[in-house]
């Protein structure tokens, strides 16, 4: 009775899981999803505390340390999640991949370290060291590699292009699937192997990502969350547990489409982005040594009259814009706008920000109604009637080097045709190239005036200035 | 060979299981817009949290004496946690900004 029930309760866990993704993938329904999926979590959790018995009829004993472990977790886990701000969301996604990842990670070695005592078989050569071993390499490359992401997009781990970078990786890739070879054909389960191959892994998934930034991160960090969906499915087959199976391949195959549809939004192919990675440094090198070019600055009043007359605006919000907090007094900019018969469009670029959706996010916390905001391909058409671009913050999704400069990093990335507006208004900290590392044909262009400055502190006065217009 | 065979034989439910979960996973994922990929990651997240459900058996069938699972399950439930709450929390304050404000 007590094991059926478990079994049932696995099975309605993973419909919720089903449910809960299926909700997630439309705006209506998605916070619906999130919820029904907690909820599926919740049981198959707390059914598994107080009915699982092993193959032995053994039932679960240390509750002390269970319960201990989930209430740190939780509160930790709360505490992080409610306190991050909207700006770092695509870091602490990273960072609870990684840690759940480290999780699969720590379970292969425990099982590992009991299989002598558990199996007394003739050779370690099966499915389940097979699944101990996955469970373990991927879970250590999934760790490592989204810590780096963290520690990227915290920018704390600057871009890091090692000599020879994909040559080592291919050694280390080699030398993992060598030792797991020969840890399968060992008579007996060798920990001191088992622990060389995690190590390794870890090299690896730190080698990984080092050299890969800009705005390819989001999907290197899409990619290490379906890694980690796979790791979980190792070890749902290793407990023959139907929950972590389901749960697992339900996010390692959904989170590989979620990575192939970013990568299509940024009109790229996977390889590209983890192979092109390392042939960055040339080309920013060649754009370093460029001539000296001027731009021209623009003072907030000038802008402020220039938009206060002009009869369509769009905005293009970018990471900066996230930096700066400055959502709310954007929304406020747009209103105080359309008081005075000026249209005000938010003109959004898949990868805007540091991840797919970050600015729909930021700008629906301020309030910006749904229907200002337009996706690129609905956008594009609109800027050739366009007289004011006011480009806050934003660098790469606005580069025409994307179109022109077969060389550049972010070529062949679809982009935003802010060159055809008739003025174009930028808003930045400094000169300093974009997250991508590269320069911009944009600033130097003769329609484009720069305003230097913090987003929040530019567009308060911007307000402030436009209302007195 | 027969080996491979033998253990695909055995295991038949559990392919079965892998090959239907994969495609089910495609297919719910396609067709999403943009705007939800962020929170549809960080969903995805929380959902592979379900190693927790592993931790807690390591945890729940160790020994008293066998401190090395002990001590590594332990940090596995506290990790498998952090994942589970702190992604569907994440992921839930991402949404909040997604529902519709009362017209006033």
Known sequence: MAQYSLEISYLIASIAFIIGLKFLGHPETARKGNIIAAIGMFIAVITTIFLYKSPEGKPLGNYVW???????GTVVGTLMAKKVQMTAMPQMVSLFNGVGAAC????????????????????????LTLTIILGSIIGCISFSGSIIAWGKLEGKIK???????????????????????????????????????????LIYGILFVFPIGGADMPVVISLLNSFTGVAAACGGFLYNNQAMLTGGILVGSSGTILTILM???????????????????????????????????????????????????????????????????????????????????????PVAGRMPGHMNVLLAEADVPYPKLLEMDEINPEFSTTDVALVIGANDVVNPA???DKDSPIYGMPILDVENAKNIIINKRSMNAGYAGIDNELFYDAKTKMLFGDAKGVLQKLVTEVKAN | METIVSFIGENIKVFYILILSIFLGIEVISKVPSILHTPLMSGANAIHGVVIVGAVIVMGLADSNDYLSLVLGFIAVILGTLNVVGGFVVTDRMLEMFKKKPKS
């Open chain 1, 263 to 349: 990568c299509k939004a940024m009109n790229r192919s996977l390889t590209n982005v983890i192979i092109g990675a390392f042939s960055n440094p040339k080309t920013k090198k060649a754009d370093a040594g460029a001539e000296q070019r001027t731009v021209k600055e623009i003072s907030v009043t000038d802008c402020a009259v220039l938009m206060s007359y002009s009869k369509k605006v769009i905005i293009v919000p970018g990471y900066g814009l996230a930096v700066a907090q400055a959502q709310h007094i954007c929304h406020e900019l747009e209103k105080t706008l359309e008081e005075k018969g000026v249209e005000v469009l938010y003109a959004i670029h």
């Open chain 1, 159 to 201: 871009d890091i292009y090692l000599p020879a970078n994909q040559l080592i990786n291919i050694v280390l890739m080699l030398s993992i699937i060598g030792t797991g070879v020969y840890l399968m054909m060992q008579p007996t389960a060798n920990l001191n192997l088992l622990l060389i191959i995690s190590a390794i892994s």
């Open chain 1, 402 to 404: 994307a179109k022109n």
């Open chain 1, 66 to 72: 269970i319960f201990g472990g989930i209430i740190i």
């Open chain 1, 104 to 127: 699969v990670a720590l379970i292969s070695v425990v099982e590992f370290s009991h299989y002598n005592t558990t199996h007394t078989g003739a050779s370690l050569f099966n499915g």
